[in-house]
């Protein structure tokens, strides 16, 4: 006995026939700037958490003990430095200027990695004096926050190179741009935080 299988007169469709065109690096812009959203919610959180916690020392070290204004300020200085040359590269971009695009983003890259070199210092020294973050919750929330900001930006170090490795291969087309763009929205983003953090746990740290 056997059976006869007949297929199915119409494939079924599993998209929208009328579906209209996107420009081209719509959908990229879109996500990345949900993402931008995300991340906003996620130092929003860290920074409420400090502002919670940022006042219980359980008699260990504060802000005035441990936090070098001039370092800070110097740190500072690095990532704001980064963000113009990062500019910079984004100008010679429009003009189509590979070498001139890849010679900022090396000054960025720089920047960025001095930026982290103060700051692993800074970590370092205060684990040195017996500041970790398991001494109180002021130690915990700080490293937190601080480290998470840290951690973005040793990402967008990484995708810094990797872009330059794709510019140096593909030179400045449609895609690498878009993905400039990005990496220019994040790379400033970082900045803003990072204002938020010298303002609101350096700054009134050392009024408390």
Request: contains cysteine; aromatic residues 14%; hydrophobic residues 55%.
């Amino acid at each position: 006995m056997s059976t006869t299988v007949t297929a199915p007169s119409e494939a079924p469709v599993f998209y929208v026939v009328d579906e209209h065109p996107h420009p081209e690096g719509h959908s990229t812009a879109l996500g990345f700037w949900i993402y931008l959203m995300s991340d906003c919610l996620i130092f929003a959180i860290l920074f409420a958490t400090f502002g919670v916690l940022g006042g219980n020392y359980a008699a260990g070290p504060g802000p005035r003990d441990l936090f070098d204004l001039n370092l800070v300020a110097l740190n500072t200085t690095m990532l704001l430095l980064s963000s113009i040359t990062y500019g910079f590269a984004m100008l010679a971009m429009d003009k189509d200027r590979v070498k001139a695009t890849q010679f900022w983003l090396v000054i960025t890259g720089l920047f960025g990695l001095a930026f982290l070199s103060i700051e692993l210092y800074e970590f370092h020294h205060m684990i040195a004096e017996g500041a970790t973050p398991q001494r109180s919750a002021f130690l915990s929330a700080f490293f937190t926050l601080v480290g998470t900001h840290g951690l973005h930006v040793t990402f967008g170090i990484i995708w810094l190179v990797t872009l330059m490795v794709q510019v140096h291969q593909r030179g400045l087309v449609v895609a690498n741009k878009r993905r400039l763009m990005c990496l220019s929205m994040f790379w400033h983003f970082l900045d803003v935080v990072w204002i938020g953090v010298f303002t609101f746990v350096y700054l009134l740290g050392m009024l408390r």
